[in-house]
T-cell receptor, first 114, second 113 residues
Framework: GAGVSQTPSNKVTEKGKYVELRCDPI?????LYWYRQSLGQGPEFLIY????????DSGLPNDRFFAVRPEGSVSTLKIQRTERGDSAVYLC????????????FGPGTRLTVT | GQQLNQSPQSMFIQEGEDVSMNCTSS?????WLWYKQDPGEGPVLLIA?????ELTSNGRLTAQFGITRKDSFLNISASIPSDVGIYFC?????????????FGKGTKLSVIP
């Protein structure tokens, strides 16, 4: 079946602009996660949704970052007033239940802030 | 926060050789996962481990969950060119609601034909 999909695959934006990154999880997966991966590093947790609610947003670096999942499926990560340090690959993952042990990742969105 | 130390950082091996890499933590984990990431792709789950001492295989891959719950290793037998990539360990800490994974920095594997 279809895996996790993310759009766009690449996004270049100017410093100070607003961006939205989209994630379509695997159909039927109730849990959704956002991670950020900088060059040469492993993914770092940002936020976790169980259904429509953000159950854990402890990884969001500051209040410029926000994510929603209004219908419990597609999620959007929103970044306001982007900074060059926000440049990274943003990965989305989903898992079948709240256990979260087996998380399946999408291909990521590469964000470049110039 | 919790840190995972993954080693080696990189390795070059001849095709056909066996590979071993490991991951250690300063604190315990309830779950260990091993992922492989190719350039421009997201991490792909290889093996999941749920119990201390557990040894699990997936084809030529074998992984173990350390008895202390603070370490794990991954072995690849008879390496082939398509094994090239970056291998990440990831752990899930104990505690209700701890669904986030902590990742190591990865082991970059290169296979010489």
């Amino acid at each position: 079946g279809a895996g996790v999909s993310q759009t766009p695959s690449n996004k270049v934006t100017e410093k100070g602009k607003y961006v939205e990154l989209r994630c379509d999880p695997i159909s039927g997966h109730t849990a959704l996660y956002w991670y950020r991966q900088s060059l040469g590093q492993g993914p770092e947790f940002l936020i976790y949704f169980q259904g429509t609610g953000a159950a854990d947003d402890s990884g969001l670096p500051n209040d410029r970052f926000f994510a929603v999942r209004p219908e419990g499926s597609v999620s959007t990560l929103k970044i306001q007033r982007t900074e060059r340090g926000d440049s990274a690959v943003y990965l989305c993952a989903s898992s079948p239940d709240a256990g979260g042990n087996e998380q399946y990742f999408g291909p990521g969105t590469r964000l470049t802030v110039t | 926060g919790q840190q995972l130390n993954q080693s080696p950082q990189s390795m070059f091996i001849q095709e056909g050789e066996d590979v071993s890499m490991n991951c250690t933590s300063s604190s315990i984990f309830n779950t260990w996962l091993w992922y492989k990431q190719d350039p421009g792709e997201g991490p792909v789950l290889l093996i999941a481990l749920y119990k201390a001492g557990e040894l699990t295989s997936n084809g030529r891959l074998t992984a173990q969950f350390g008895i202390t719950r603070k370490d794990s290793f991954l072995n690849i037998s008879a390496s082939i060119p398509s094994d090239v990539g970056i291998y990440f360990c990831a752990g899930r800490p104990p505690g209700a609601g701890s669904y986030q994974l902590t990742f190591g920095k990865g082991t970059k594997l290169s296979v010489i034909p």
